[in-house]
């Protein structure tokens, strides 16, 4: 899966003991219950049942750990958007594309897009989030459009609200789903590329 | 608008004075800000301009302003279900009818139906808009099964997966939509429809 690659890459600069993935996983999930604000290095050693020093053995900060997070979600959607089904063909297949696959990767990392959703840019790490979505959002947008100026789209919806709308869609999966057995991600992705392109109601 | 009516029936028991709406509108607005829990009513008062005591002339505590700004908002989408066009027809009729009103709702009342979609249920008012809000659901729900049920749905999306999806791009309006000159509610309403029942794609 490309997007794990974002991860192994940060953290390239520096040999990373065995366990950093599970701290990671432990403190994306505070960091989710209590907001990454309220999340404390001691209550993140306390849901790791390490001490703190062990966790500033692998991150430098609370920050560090937010970043590796953010990155990871990050890396998952930007990913999407480098497949070949998103960079060639119509534009209105290629959208088709990223709709379904970013509504995957959003399940299959549903804590760490969840912690993407959730920054509020109190941070320098938050704030290049936040700047890292705008970029991911204004090239779907920019798909939206080209489908738009194909033709290919119904001509009475404006394609930045359309763009706003399937984001709404998708993005509110994290308020819902649980993972679990029989929760898969395919029908939910398939849903979202049904509803968006072709709509709830019975084609004639 | 039925919707206003919700308000006033619930202050009816008691006459209320002039301006306790400016003062539910500053509550609101401040409750949206900070969160309901980490609101005084001292920023309340600091907030509308007058004193912790003619505040509680108006109100007997800060969870009956809390409960004011909830039934307007669930007063509001309620009141969308009696419509005529919510009662009567084809459920797919009723269906679009109701996704364009409640978004029409939702811009017309957004500090309000924000306040209701940020509800985290740690007071017993919270939890009884939690119910409120679970009951306006599985009413959609249930049109949106009806409707599939007539055949006038695709039979590829379940109808609860669906129904989450639209309330999913539906309340996603709150995190963008600022209100201001040219930003009617109507054209969201409409895209909303437009997009849910019939998707982006144009129609052969």
Chains 1, 2 share one sequence.
Not at 88 to 116: D, F
Not at 119 to 134: S, Y
Not at 189 to 201: I, N, P, Q, R, Y
Request: with cysteine; glycine share 6%; proline share 5%.
């Amino acid at each position: 899966m490309p997007h794990t690659l974002c991860v192994s890459q940060a953290s390239a600069a520096r040999p990373r003991p065995h366990d950093a993935d599970s701290l990671l996983r432990v403190a994306v999930a505070v960091f989710n219950e209590r907001g990454y604000d309220g999340a404390r290095m001691t209550d993140l050693a306390q849901a790791a049942g390490i001490t703190k020093s062990a966790i500033y053995h692998h991150v430098r900060s609370k920050e560090e750990l937010l970043r590796l997070g953010l990155e990871r979600a990050l890396g998952g959607i930007f990913a999407v958007l480098e497949e070949p089904a998103a960079r060639e063909g119509p534009a209105i297949l290629r959208l088709r594309h990223v709709l379904r696959r970013t509504t995957e990767v959003l399940v299959a990392e549903l804590p760490y897009v969840t912690l993407l959703l959730r920054v509020r840019g109190n941070t320098a790490t938050e704030r290049w989030a936040l700047e890292q979505r705008r970029t991911f959002d204004a090239r779907v947008a920019a798909l939206v459009a080209e489908a738009a100026d194909d033709g290919a789209l119904r001509s009475d919806v404006d394609p930045r609200l359309a763009t706003r709308l399937l984001f709404g869609m998708v993005n509110s999966i994290v308020e819902w789903h649980r993972p679990g057995p029989g929760r898969a991600a395919a029908p939910i992705a398939a849903a979202v590329e049904a509803l968006a392109v072709d709509g709830l109601s019975r084609r004639a």
